[in-house]
């Protein structure tokens, strides 16, 4: 069974919000309903920041957090015609 961890519950959570901002407030709502004692989600929330999954705003002595999507690689026309015979990619 894969559980998932504090912090990955609290990106799902700010993922599905997306591409709205999420409180503070709404986030330690979450948790404190679901598994986290208070203040661990917005540390969790931190965490996330620092390893580029969020931004995080002030607005009106609040913070707010967004998810920040990955941004997938554009392949170009000779990489996708490479895939497509099945070659794969050569090393520079």
């Given at each position: 069974?894969?559980?998932?961890?504090?912090?990955?519950?609290?990106?799902?959570?700010?993922k599905g919000q997306?591409?709205?901002w999420v409180m503070s407030y709404?986030?330690?709502?979450?948790a404190l309903s679901n598994f986290i004692m208070g203040g661990t989600s917005l540390r969790r929330c931190r965490d996330l920041v620092d390893e580029g999954y969020l931004e995080k705003r002030i607005k009106d002595k609040f913070i707010e957090y967004q998810y920040l999507p990955r941004e997938q690689k554009q392949l170009t026309s000779d990489e996708l015609l490479q895939v497509?015979?099945?070659?794969?990619?050569?090393?520079?």
């Open positions: 069974m894969n559980k998932l961890t504090q912090k990955r519950k609290v990106l799902v959570f700010i997306y591409p709205n709404d986030i330690e709502k979450f497509s015979l099945g070659k794969g990619f050569e090393k520079p």
